[in-house]
């Protein structure tokens, strides 16, 4: 067989080009014609999946529409919270009450069961107004499924200073309890006072407490400045503090230093203050000495004294040796080991008197 001629290796050429490009245009239409297919699926699967959330809906039209349909499933669940007769004062989030002293006010406290069984619980109160309230009962027991609504009233006392007063009520059914915040505004003219007392410092730590002096809330404001020896060492400017306080309320809080100094004498000033003018400043002084080094410094310096007394010591004794007479009675210093004549010779008052009789007999018989 013969060779292909160049005309008809570009035929083939081109052909095979051909067939690629056909190849490749037709490669996609098998995925988009999947893709109705899946659009169909979906299309039949979508009425499955809402229709049980279309089929619960009239099921918690029983008075607890809120809860009702999570309570099927779910563990028993309860609330309370203030009570009233719209959907706007039932997201009430406090009960608040005007009034001036010696009158009553009366509110209502829903509590709500979303559970399957009975619900018992007790109420109180609690602070300074929840003192002041009353409840038409203290144990209230409420149906499966099912709201109570509890009317609570509160007497001012008559010698109530004017101003704010807060409190709580407590629905306790044994095992958790809820708090709803009480807010009681007092008529009559208002007084703000507030006091900054018992500053301390102590490491990296400024403690201190906030005092109430008046009749009225208090959202306190705290500004911190801490000054040195050689300049100003914090200086924080005043921001909110994240708390209410109550006409008599004491507050005890710190303030974090994670930069306090090593070695200073510091003075520390807290200058707070409050809407309707309350305004007071509290300073305290403090003096930081590391103390590995001061344990060091204070042994190398009585190791110091120790050796200076030792030597002052030893030159007095040297000094007292060299300034004494000489001995007198033996004509000077004798050198160590040396016999003396008393030594060598003993005198006659030590001479034994009993043996001179035998010698001198003796020489007269001879």
Same mark, same amino acid.
């Given at each position: 067989?013969?060779?292909?001629?160049?005309?008809?290796?570009?035929?083939?050429?081109?052909?095979?080009? =051909?067939?690629?490009?056909?190849?490749?245009?037709?490669?996609?239409?098998?995925?988009?014609a999947a893709g109705p297919a899946d659009t169909d699926l979906a299309a039949d699967t979508a009425p499955a999946d809402t229709a049980p959330a279309v089929g619960t809906a009239p099921a918690a039209d029983?008075?607890?529409?809120?809860?009702?349909?999570?309570?099927?499933?779910?563990?028993?669940?309860?609330?309370?919270?203030?009570?009233?007769?719209?959907?706007?004062?039932?997201?009430?989030?406090?009960?608040?009450?005007?009034?001036?002293?010696?009158?009553?006010?009366?509110?209502?406290?829903?509590?709500?069961?979303?559970?399957?069984?009975?619900?018992?619980?007790?109420?109180?109160?609690?602070?300074?107004?929840?003192?002041?309230?009353?409840?038409? =009962?203290?144990?209230?027991?409420?149906?499966?499924?099912?709201?109570?609504?509890?009317?609570?009233?509160?007497?001012?006392?008559?010698?109530?200073?004017?101003?704010?007063?807060?409190?709580?009520?407590?629905?306790?059914?044994?095992?958790?309890?809820?708090?709803?915040?009480?807010?009681?505004?007092?008529?009559?003219?208002?007084?703000?006072?507030?006091?900054?007392?018992?500053?301390?410092?102590?490491?990296?730590?400024?403690?201190?407490?906030?005092?109430?002096?008046?009749?009225?809330?208090? +959202?306190?404001?705290?500004?911190?400045?801490?000054?040195?020896?050689?300049?100003?060492?914090?200086?924080?400017?005043?921001?909110?503090?994240?708390?209410?306080?109550?006409?008599?309320?004491?507050?005890?809080?710190?303030?974090?230093?994670?930069?306090?100094?090593?070695?200073?004498?510091?003075?520390?000033?807290?200058?707070?203050?409050?809407?309707?003018? =309350?305004?007071?400043?509290?300073?305290?002084? =403090?003096?930081?000495?590391?103390?590995?080094?001061?344990?060091?410094?204070?042994?190398?310096?009585?190791?110091?004294?120790?050796?200076?007394?030792?030597?002052?010591?030893?030159?007095?004794?040297?000094?007292?040796?060299?300034? +004494?007479?000489?001995?007198? +009675?033996?004509?000077?210093? +004798?050198?160590?080991?040396?016999?003396?004549?008393?030594?060598?010779?003993?005198?006659?008052?030590?001479?034994?008197?009993? @043996?001179?009789?035998?010698?001198? @007999?003796?020489?007269?018989?001879?």
């Amino acid at each position: 067989m013969s060779p292909p001629t160049p005309r008809l290796r570009r035929a083939l050429l081109v052909l095979t080009t =051909a067939l690629a490009a056909l190849l490749c245009a037709l490669a996609p239409l098998p995925a988009a014609a999947a893709g109705p297919a899946d659009t169909d699926l979906a299309a039949d699967t979508a009425p499955a999946d809402t229709a049980p959330a279309v089929g619960t809906a009239p099921a918690a039209d029983d008075g607890s529409a809120d809860t009702a349909p999570a309570a099927d499933d779910g563990p028993a669940d309860w609330t309370a919270r203030p009570a009233g007769g719209g959907a706007d004062r039932d997201a009430r989030p406090y009960v608040y009450l005007e009034g001036t002293p010696g009158t009553a006010l009366q509110d209502r406290l829903a509590v709500t069961n979303s559970g399957r069984a009975p619900l018992t619980v007790r109420l109180r109160g609690d602070g300074r107004a929840g003192a002041w309230i009353g409840f038409a =009962a203290d144990t209230v027991t409420v149906p499966a499924r099912t709201r109570a609504e509890v009317p609570l009233a509160l007497t001012v006392p008559p010698d109530a200073v004017p101003g704010d007063a807060s409190g709580e009520v407590v629905a306790d059914d044994g095992d958790e309890e809820i708090r709803v915040p009480v807010r009681v505004r007092i008529g009559g003219p208002t007084l703000a006072a507030l006091t900054v007392e018992d500053v301390e410092i102590s490491g990296g730590t400024i403690r201190y407490a906030l005092v109430n002096r008046g009749n009225a809330m208090l +959202e306190p404001r705290l500004a911190v400045r801490a000054d040195g020896m050689f300049g100003t060492l914090l200086d924080r400017p005043e921001r909110p503090l994240p708390l209410e306080l109550a006409p008599g309320r004491r507050v005890e809080r710190t303030e974090p230093w994670p930069d306090a100094p090593a070695l200073d004498t510091v003075t520390v000033r807290l200058r707070v203050t409050a809407p309707g003018g =309350a305004r007071d400043e509290a300073e305290a002084s =403090a003096t930081y000495i590391p103390v590995a080094p001061a344990v060091g410094g204070g042994l190398l310096l009585l190791g110091g004294l120790a050796l200076l007394g030792s030597v002052a010591y030893r030159r007095r004794r040297t000094r007292r040796g060299d300034s +004494e007479p000489p001995d007198t +009675e033996t004509g000077g210093t +004798e050198p160590p080991g040396a016999e003396t004549a008393d030594d060598r010779q003993p005198t006659t008052e030590t001479r034994p008197l009993v @043996k001179a009789g035998p010698l001198v @007999k003796a020489g007269a018989e001879s």
